[in-house]
């Protein structure tokens, strides 16, 4: 293996803890090149059965010489901070119980609801027993889905509102809370569904996609965040993100760079909001029967007289070929009540994610002394529990998709 | 739900998980087609993970192989299956077999332009190719400390131009990209290394801390192509865009969603650049450091605006040298990767174990495949389930090299 000048790393005579580095692992020196190590270290990841999942994360760090934090981080209450830091408050060892278990009566507030997956959404929140708040913007496709929630179904109440209107936001909140007293449940689903390159978008373009994808998000929390810790009922905050924001698999960057951004802010809410009582999912759909997806729909204002984005696929023969949208919406109610992290419905696209996961993995360098005065520095971003309790979370027994209609 | 239909669920999934990593053969790439297979999606395969043959010719190919649910069943992983395109849809082009050559391989005599070099990761990255034999434009706001950076370059090598720039200004990108067309004829690497370093949780930020973390660190990469890409191109020696992101970005293990959630979208915007110019002589990476030394870190240094007393969260300085890792080696590990064309330049291997399990939790919340994924559904989704850059990066990371050299 290689130091840092390039030279063969010495099998014996490695860095020691005097020497201010942590011990190199053995499955480092020994192997026979970089990619050989690389395939040891997944395969024993991977092969011993205690290694699974959770576990492979401490036994990755006992091979990287830092079995320490290891027990620091998935252990319970940790042993200490960083020099100089006070001690690390303990972790949970659970996944956040689903704040939003039961949606009976609940209040739900769904952006862009009156077509595609918001609609389904809508729906399916709808259907199971939740007020329904829909946000629109056209009046016309308003009127066109209104029919579709069943009558007899909780109440239904539409606001006008754009999402990038921060004032909007303010101002939808009061509306709900002078209907219904209470929001529980925020889906973001807007979405600029323009198919443009990074490399070639106009700024507007380009702007408005952040605000809309990406920074709509950042203000429903602002807005509604502080008025759900208040009324302290379960709550939850939805994005609904795309395959593209785990996989960019579209030569679309303005869509797949601001829905990766997307799922990242879920994400980074998470962190945030475990130790509340405010749940956070990043739904990430492949195809869903939309008029964006199937191509009939919806003009693009920056696209002028383009009724179908271009690069869309003809319409095949046949019926629709992606999912349902009340499918779609009713598999967001099951993260929902959940709280899923991330609510994924297209498995065909994982084996791509994971090459995207790999490519990332085998960039960190291999065969380099890592000096012990940084890693205890970092111990605290060493690792995210998040990630640690959603596996586990997702070990558990069940269904990954119910009918959610009472 | 009944308890049959839950273990059948269970195994579906436990089948995956296995299927995906078991057997050597299968790490990375080739593990795909294996997992495609045991999905019953062997024919999505065929423009394989970098390996064989295959990948152009096949792409033009025959109708779609049926999808189906019995495990393994169209086609061996990996193997000479066609891959059609979607029905209605025109042949697929022909798609590389090797990630993108490095474009700038050789860096002696280019123009370098890096953000926010004054000090901190931005210093070394702008010292590396200083020393490199490149000529440097430093970007800089504060002139104290861009004062205090210039002794730091040796006055044998190459020139430096520091210009005065905030990144979000787009106009400004423009002055700067005629500036140096005037000054040096040439522009061939823009390093995006300005970061608002605000330690906010998302859920708390005020409206213009959020503003600001998504304009300097996301946007600001959108405004440095659409202001350099064109020259770039046009001169046709070649070039590179290089993010200075943050392990942050690839792990959120810091609870400061303002930060973490704008380095995820600024390594998003990487890939998608690498998408979107892998055919052209514009190389892309995105640079994840741990920790480095810089004022930010060892808590030395500059005043954060919105938190005068510092950045909220962060220790004071241990006592001893600073714990992170130099600057300046920090820059020539961009360098390297710049020469390699590397799309992910990462260099505290530390983290490895905790992006992992970021990865792990995210592919577990695949649905447990219980029912027959619908054969047209697979057939309209072939050109996004899968993206090549990433195959052709795990081939390109096999070669064997030291992971970084001094420059």
Not at chain 1, 145 to 152: E, Q, R, S
Not at chain 1, 163 to 186: C, M, P, S
Not at chain 1, 288 to 315: C, F, M, S, W
Request: net charge positive; glycine share 12%.
């Amino acid at each position: 293996m290689f130091k840092k000048d390039g030279s063969q790393l010495p099998l014996e005579g490695r860095p020691t803890r005097d020497s201010g580095s942590c011990r190199a692992p053995s499955a480092l020196t020994s192997g026979t090149g970089s990619v050989e190590t690389l395939r040891l270290l997944e395969r024993r990841r991977f092969l011993c059965e205690g290694a699974l999942y959770g576990a492979g994360a401490v036994s990755i760090l006992a091979e990287l010489g830092l079995s320490r934090y290891a027990v620091a981080q998935n252990g319970p209450p940790a042993a200490g901070g960083r020099p100089g830091m006070p001690p690390l408050p303990p972790e949970p060892s659970v996944s956040q119980p689903a704040p939003l278990h039961d949606l009976k009566g609940k209040v739900a507030y769904v952006t862009a609801s009156s077509d595609g997956i918001g609609l389904g959404i809508a729906r399916a929140a709808s259907n199971a027993g939740m007020k329904v708040c829909i946000g629109y913007r056209n009046e016309e496709r308003l009127k066109a889905a209104l029919p579709l929630f069943k009558p007899d179904n909780a109440g239904v109440f539409p606001i006008k509102h754009d999402v990038t209107d921060r004032n909007g936001w303010a101002q939808v909140l009061e509306q709900i809370k002078n209907k219904y007293g209470r929001l529980h449940l925020v889906v973001n689903n807007a979405g600029s569904k323009l198919r443009a390159k990074v490399s070639n978008a106009q700024a507007d373009e380009w702007d408005n996609a952040v605000a809309v994808n990406y920074t709509a998000t950042y203000n429903s929390v602002a807005v509604c965040l502080p008025h759900m810790l208040e009324h302290g009922e379960g709550s939850h905050i939805v994005v609904t993100s795309s395959m593209s924001g785990l996989l960019p698999g579209g030569n679309l960057g303005v869509y797949t760079a601001t829905k990766i951004a997307a799922v990242g802010l879920i994400e980074a809410l998470r962190v945030e909001l475990e130790g509340t009582t405010v749940g956070t999912s990043a739904f990430c759909p492949g195809g869903v029967n939309t008029d964006n997806y199937i191509g009939t729909g919806e003009e693009n204002p920056y696209r002028a007289g383009q009724k179908r984005p271009p690069g869309a696929p003809a319409l095949p023969p046949g019926p629709p070929p992606g999912m349902d949208p009340l499918e779609a919406g009713e598999r967001v109610m099951n993260g929902v009540i959940n709280n899923d992290l991330f609510i994924v419905t297209h498995p065909e696209y994982m084996p791509g994610t994971q090459q995207r996961f790999d490519a990332m993995l085998a960039s960190e360098p291999l065969g380099e002394a890592i000096p012990e005065t940084r890693t205890k520095f970092e111990t605290r971003v060493l690792h995210a529990g998040i990630y640690t309790r959603e596996i586990e979370h997702r070990k558990k027994k069940r269904k990954s998709f119910r009918s959610v209609t009472v | 739900m009944s308890k049959k239909e839950d273990t059948q669920a269970m195994r579906a999934a436990t089948e995956l998980d296995r299927r995906q990593f078991l057997g050597t053969g299968m790490a990375f790439g080739l593990g795909t087609g294996g997992l495609l297979a045991s999905l019953g999606l062997g024919g999505c395969a065929t423009r394989p993970a970098g390996a064989t043959s295959a990948s152009t010719a096949a792409a033009a190919g025959s109708p779609a192989p049926a999808a189906s649910t019995a495990p393994a069943a169209s086609g061996a992983p990996g193997a000479a299956t066609a891959a059609a395109a979607p029905p209605g849809r025109p042949p697929l082009p022909p798609e590389p077999t090797v990630s993108q050559p490095p474009p700038l391989k050789d860096l002696k005599g280019k123009v370098a332009y890096v953000s926010a070099a004054s000090d901190g990761i931005g210093l070394g990255i702008a010292r590396a190719c200083s020393n490199a034999g490149m000529i440097v434009v430093i970007g800089y706001r504060n002139e104290e400390r861009l004062k205090a950076a210039l002794p730091l370059f040796k006055p044998g090598n190459a020139g430096v131009m520091p210009f005065k720039h905030d990144v979000t200004d787009r106009a400004g990108w423009n002055q700067l990209t005629e500036q140096v067309k005037g000054k040096y004829g040439k522009l061939h690497l823009v390093v995006n290394n300005a970061g608002v370093k605000t330690l906010r949780q998302a859920s708390q930020a005020r409206y213009d801390e959020w503003d600001n973390a998504v304009a300097v660190n996301f946007t600001a990469i959108y405004n440095s192509v659409a202001a350099c890409l064109p020259h770039m191109l046009e001169h046709g020696e070649g070039g590179h865009f290089v993010t200075t992101a943050s392990m942050g970005g690839l792990l959120p293990g810091v609870n400061a969603g303002v930060y973490t959630s704008t380095k995820i979208a600024a390594v998003g915007i990487m890939e998608a650049l690498r998408v979107e110019l892998e055919s052209t002589n514009i190389g892309t990476s995105v640079f994840c450091p741990g920790i480095v030394s810089t004022d930010n870190y060892i808590g030395t240094g500059e005043q954060n605006p919105y938190h005068p007393q510092g950045p909220a969260g962060m220790p004071p300085r241990p006592p001893g040298p600073a714990p992170g890792m130099d600057p300046l080696e920090a820059g020539e590990r961009v360098l390297n990767g710049v020469i390699h064309n590397d799309l992910f330049i990462l260099s505290h291997p530390e983290f490895k174990a905790g992006m992992k399990e970021r990865f792990d939790a995210i592919m577990l919340s695949t649905p447990a495949v219980e029912e027959p994924i619908p054969e047209p559904r697979v057939a309209y989704e072939r050109v996004v389930t899968r993206c090549g850059i990433y195959p052709r990066e795990i081939e390109h990371r096999k070669a064997q090299r030291p992971s970084y050299v001094k420059i």
